[in-house]
């Protein structure tokens, strides 16, 4: 048996996420029959980092493929990309050890998240157009409340996938370039839609609609609103997943320029 480590990278508004589910357009199941057209009398198995939901993109997802046939990568990475729809790209193969696991082997991740000030003809897929003024001050604000090992259960919707609410973020940036306000969230892992939700506090205090003080309060007391101001999926992207000894993201590029 061969394993592959695969990074890739699409365009999430097409599927159901990134995980197969019967009777739904998934990225996993994309990728799954890319692979069975490869390798047609082999079973064959598709593990990624972490999931992303209905309508999420990904720059950086990371899968291990395990397939009995050895293929050159690159001859592996050009046929994937061959047989698979328009909007999945495989960016990098590796050849791998057998224990290697793209999940439970990942140290970090980040994701990216983009805002808009204005409405984009080109970019309205890949970014939330927020109309209000935002001030990215209270923004960073919020954002320094969630940085560190926390209990961030009021923050997301409950998973049987989630063993533990508690999730170490190592950082968050809020940067302006040109129209858009873009927010990157570095840490261990993520529950589901934590992410959305704190970008979807920090909109609304940048709005000047919620106070910092408020959505401190958040993590001793659960709230409807924080559901409620869940950010679109259009603005996230799975930027990275780290391994052992991988660099962190450095600097910004936006997927659109909104000048």
């Known amino acids: 048996m061969a394993r592959y480590k695969l990074t890739i990278e699409y365009d999430g508004s097409r599927y159901s996420g990134w995980q197969l589910q019967k009777g739904s357009k998934s990225v996993q199941g994309a990728l799954i029959d890319a692979c069975k057209v490869i390798f047609p009398n082999e079973k064959v198995e598709v593990y990624g980092a972490g999931r992303t939901d209905q309508g999420v993109h990904a720059l950086g997802q990371v899968a291990h493929l395990d397939v009995g046939k050895i293929l050159k990568t690159l001859q592996l990475m050009h046929r994937l990309n061959d047989n698979l729809p328009f909007d999945i790209v495989v960016k990098d193969v590796q050849l791998v050890p057998p224990k290697f696991h793209a999940r439970y082997d990942a140290v970090h991740r980040s994701y990216l998240y983009q805002i808009s000030k204005r409405p ?130 450095v600097g910004f590029q936006p997927t659109v320029r909104v000048d």
């Not at 998973?159 to 129209?179: H, P």
């Not at 927010?183 to 934590?194: A, D, P, Y």
């Open 120 to 249: 984009s003809a080109f970019g309205k897929k890949m970014v939330w157009w927020v109309k209000d003024p935002l001030n990215v001050e209270t923004m960073r604000q919020v954002a320094a409340l969630f940085v560190g090992m926390k209990d961030f259960r009021n923050f997301a919707e409950k998973s049987d996938e989630d063993k533990s609410t508690l999730v170490e973020i190592s950082n968050i940036e809020v940067v302006e370039q040109g129209d858009l306000i873009l927010i990157r969230v570095s840490g261990s892992h993520f529950l589901w839609k934590q992410v959305r939700r704190m970008v979807g506090l920090m909109v609304e205090a940048g709005r000047g609609k919620l106070q910092v003080k408020e959505i401190e309060g958040f993590f001793k007391r659960p709230s409807e609103i924080i559901a409620k101001l869940t950010a679109p999926p259009s603005g996230l992207y799975l930027e990275k997943v780290c391994y052992e000894g991988d660099s962190l993201p």
